[in-house]
């Protein structure tokens, strides 16, 4: 974090809240929300929830984005690969 002191234009997350308990990372992800604000921001995350305020998703597969968009329009794709992930996650499928 102390790289925030030097207030960067690009900021590079790479699973910055995979290790906390649901509570504190809803607790963290609010900071960051208001840190990433007027910034360029690239987040690496498998716990999706982390993206959902992102302008826009790249979802990779094997090294390629599979799919790009905004989370409303990627979550629209019933047979997308975000949308699975994200069902998936929430415990929508097995």
């Given at each position: 974090?102390?790289?925030?002191?030097?207030n960067?234009?690009?900021?590079?997350?790479?699973?910055?809240?995979?290790?906390?308990?649901?509570?504190?990372?809803?607790?963290?992800?609010?900071?960051?929300?208001?840190?990433?604000?007027?910034?360029?921001?690239?987040?690496?995350?498998?716990r999706?929830?982390?993206?959902?305020?992102a302008?826009?998703v790249?979802?990779?597969?094997?090294?390629?984005?599979?799919?790009?968009?905004?989370?409303?329009d990627?979550?629209?794709?019933?047979?997308?690969?975000?949308?699975?992930?994200?069902?998936?996650?929430?415990?929508?499928?097995?």
């Amino acid at each position: 974090m102390l790289s925030l002191l030097q207030n960067p234009k690009i900021l590079l997350l790479d699973e910055a809240t995979s290790a906390l308990d649901a509570e504190n990372e809803h607790l963290v992800q609010e900071a960051l929300d208001r840190l990433m604000e007027g910034r360029t921001v690239l987040v690496i995350a498998h716990r999706l929830s982390t993206i959902r305020n992102a302008d826009v998703v790249a979802v990779l597969d094997q090294g390629r984005i599979a799919e790009y968009g905004r989370h409303e329009d990627l979550l629209a794709n019933p047979g997308g690969m975000y949308r699975k992930l994200m069902d998936k996650q929430s415990g929508l499928s097995p």
